[in-house]
């Protein structure tokens, strides 16, 4: 079956970087869309990033763009979240995501563009 396994959160001052490790199994990595996703306290799950099966084209939203990087690793069925310049309200749990359909990255920044997740790792920013 599809697990993910998200690594690499913790506690960290403001300005400062983390690096979140997702570890896929239970399926071809490299035909699918992954995502990451964020949920703060009291607050909606949302969509932080995402990267076509082959590493080609990647999306982001607004409020990260510029501070954070995601890549893969199709040879070690990872993918990852380099998180630079965290402010507090980064903080949140970070959810990897393995997109719903096979080679496409249609609704790539919806949960419903995505049907595996992971338990989660908690970041939390101090000031």
């Known amino acids: 079956q599809v697990q993910l396994v998200e690594s690499g959160g913790g506690l960290v001052q403001t300005g400062g970087s983390l690096r979140l490790s997702c570890a896929a199994s239970?399926?071809?990595?490299?035909?699918?869309?992954m995502g990451w996703f964020r949920q703060a306290p009291g607050k909606e799950r949302t969509f932080v990033a995402g990267i076509m099966w082959d590493g080609s084209r990647t999306y982001y939203t607004n409020s990260v763009k510029g501070r954070f990087t995601i890549s893969r690793e199709n040879g070690k069925n990872t993918v990852y979240l380099q998180m630079n310049n965290l402010n507090p309200e980064d903080t949140a749990v970070y959810y990897c995501?393995?997109?719903?359909?096979?080679?496409?990255?249609?609704?790539?920044?919806?949960?419903?563009?995505?049907?595996?997740w992971g338990q989660g790792t908690q970041v939390t920013v101090s000031s």
């Open positions: 995501a393995r997109g719903r359909y096979y080679r496409t990255d249609f609704n790539y920044a919806s949960s419903n563009g995505y049907d595996s």
């Open positions: 239970g399926f071809t990595f490299s035909n699918y869309l």
